[in-house]
């Protein structure tokens, strides 16, 4: 999975706002690094859930909003992936499922005197 950069909006007005803050996004699972930039909470992180971090933060402080998700690729190539582009998509066949005709054992007789009966086949 690549870096991803998250950069959320707190209202930091205290030192123990910016302590719970720098708390609660460390504990996330994936976090690698966490900075406060003035009322910016900057998390580096790889496989991390954005959603499920703003959530914490807006728990524990009160406010909280997400600005952006950027990905880190240092040195890589950025791969463009178009939405809707199919390579090499073969359209998938199922067998037909033959199914059989239900056959009743019994068959309804009329006969000429006009009693009615089922006899077996």
């Given amino acids: 999975m ?3 950069k998250m950069v959320v909006k707190l209202s930091l007005d205290d030192a123990k706002k ?4 720098l ?11 966490v900075t406060i930039d003035g009322d910016k909470l900057v998390a580096i992180g790889e496989g991390t859930d954005v959603i499920t971090l703003t959530t914490l933060l807006r728990r524990k402080l009160g406010y909280a909003d ?3 998700v950027t990905s880190e690729n240092k040195g890589e190539e950025k791969k463009e992936q178009k939405i809707g582009e199919i390579k ?4 998938v066949n199922y ?3 033959y199914s059989y005709p239900y056959q009743f054992p019994y068959v309804y007789h009329d006969n000429s005197y006009g009693q009615k009966f089922y006899s077996t086949v």
């Fill in 66 to 68: 997400l600005i952006s």
């Fill in 2 to 4: 690549a870096k991803q």
């Fill in 18 to 21: 910016r302590t719970k803050a």
């Fill in 95 to 97: 067998p037909y499922q």
């Fill in 88 to 91: 090499n998509m073969h359209p």
């Fill in 23 to 33: 708390k609660t996004a460390v504990t996330m699972d994936g976090i690698l690094s």
